[in-house]
């Protein structure tokens, strides 16, 4: 079934791999790179794009579980939610690279009339690829991997369905929906970000 372009996708459009495009064979200079990043002047920018795709990989599970439930006027207006929710999220503490490139992708995916909509796969095909080599691009720039990203949002939701069980896919949406909510209000910290090896240790 035809989807949007997940942005853990990108690589694979690309054809390249994070450690190809920013440049470093020495796997402990990359570590003391990243530390600098995360430390200089653009590291409250890095985090809030972080922020900003946890978000949308929390939004997009929604759409993901809506899909499951093979309803598909449910998966409808979850997905119009979610094309929606990307022209929406907050982005203002974004560097500007990001924010044209994100707004140009989500501009791109909005580029629908509603009303003639009866299933997903009546949204009409828009042309993703360069808007997402370019975000893709501000992605590596601020070394923020994608896959990696994903990894951190299933990580969350594991952590909050831990212990409960028999769950119908009505409550998974449910649960998802008012994680999301609690990291947008603040009622919830976002969580600090995790080390690679340590999302392979708990995998």
């Known amino acids: 079934m035809r989807k949007w372009l997940p942005f853990v996708m990108m690589a694979a459009a690309l054809g390249v791999s994070p450690a190809q495009d920013v440049a470093s064979p020495d796997a402990a200079e990359l570590d003391l790179d990243l530390v600098k990043l995360k430390k200089g002047p653009k590291g409250k920018q890095r985090e809030a794009m972080r922020k900003v795709l946890l978000l949308v990989y929390l939004k997009q599970k929604e759409t993901w579980l809506a899909e499951s439930t093979g309803e598909k006027a449910v998966h409808l207006e979850a997905e119009i939610s979610l094309r929606r929710y990307l022209a929406t999220v907050e982005i203002a503490g974004c560097p500007e690279e990001f924010k044209r490139a994100f707004s140009r992708y989500a501009k791109l995916l909005n580029s629908f009339e509603e009303e003639k909509l009866k299933s997903v796969k009546d949204f009409p095909p828009v042309p993703l690829q360069d808007a ?64 690679a090896e340590d999302m392979e240790s708990a995998g």
């Open 132 to 195: 997402g080599r370019e975000l893709f691009r501000v992605l590596l720039t601020y070394r923020l991997e994608p896959e990696h990203l994903l990894e951190e949002m299933k990580a969350l939701v594991d952590e909050e369905i831990e212990g409960k069980e028999d769950l119908s896919t009505e409550q998974m949406i449910g649960i998802v929906r008012d994680l999301r909510q609690a990291l947008e209000t603040g009622r919830r910290p976002f969580p600090k970000e995790r080390a």
